[in-house]
């Protein structure tokens, strides 16, 4: 079975600190995509990382895409009350018929 | 109209009651999918279309009926439902079939069973 751990579940911390959610599994992955979900509303797609060591930036989040392609990080510097929300990773497979995601980190920024 | 659309976005039933999820997809994709989200379990694909044509179908209890009329309407019709069948259903489309395409998901249904 591909799992996908992400840790910490839960995380909440201040305005303007930073802050780093993993995203792992054993199995390789030929795409890690990162969505993020807001209460009462389905998953945004953020960024998805294709290659090994892969390094995305959007604003203030910087996404990373392990060699192996078999664990990836979000990085949020200086979080914002409007970066709060259930953060969601999944790893799909060329071939596969479905995604597999994580079990989501939920993060709260407080002001 | 844009991107995925999902009515209703709350339901309430009881469990001798038969409703009917709906979502509709604005963007021209080819696959289709029902996932269930609940408390503090990953994301639970429960069906994938594909052109109109069931690809998968993740082992779910028959009271939950899925329909594919069109690449752009996904049904999901409930029957006889059981408490623990509250959840968040979401509705997610593609460009493709597939895992290695991004998904696109709708606000989603919150379903509450009485």
């Known amino acids: 079975t591909q799992l996908l751990e992400q840790s910490p579940q839960f995380l909440s911390i201040q305005e303007g600190e930073n802050l780093t959610v993993y995203c792992n599994s054993s199995s390789v992955f030929s795409s890690l995509q990162w969505y993020r979900q807001e209460p009462g509303e389905g998953p945004v797609l953020l960024v998805t990382?294709?290659?090994?060591?892969e390094v995305k930036k959007l604003k203030r989040l910087t996404f990373q895409f392990g060699d192996a392609r078999k664990d990836s990080s979000l990085h949020i510097t200086a979080a914002q009350p409007g970066d709060t929300g259930l953060y969601l990773c999944?790893?799909?497979?060329?071939?596969?018929?479905?995604?597999?995601f994580g079990q989501g980190t939920r993060l709260t920024i407080n002001p | 109209e844009t991107g995925v659309t999902q009515t209703p976005r709350h339901l309430v039933m009881g469990m001798t009651n038969k409703k009917s999820l709906k979502c509709e997809q604005h963007?021209?994709?080819?696959?289709m999918y029902w996932y269930k989200q609940s408390a503090k379990k990953p994301l639970e694909l429960m069906f994938v279309y594909s052109l109109e044509e069931r690809v998968e179908n993740n082992s779910v209890p028959s009271r939950f009926s899925p329909e594919c009329p069109n690449s752009s309407h996904l049904f999901l019709h409930l029957h006889t439902l059981q408490p623990e069948d509250s959840a968040l259903y979401l509705c997610?489309?593609?460009?493709?079939?597939?895992?290695?395409?991004?998904?696109?998901f709708g606000p989603g249904t919150r379903l509450t069973v009485t």
């Open positions: 963007l021209g994709h080819n696959a």
């Open positions: 997610a489309s593609s460009p493709s079939r597939g895992a290695g395409y991004e998904q696109y």
């Open positions: 990382v294709v290659t090994g060591g």
């Open positions: 999944a790893g799909g497979k060329w071939g596969a018929q479905k995604l597999v």
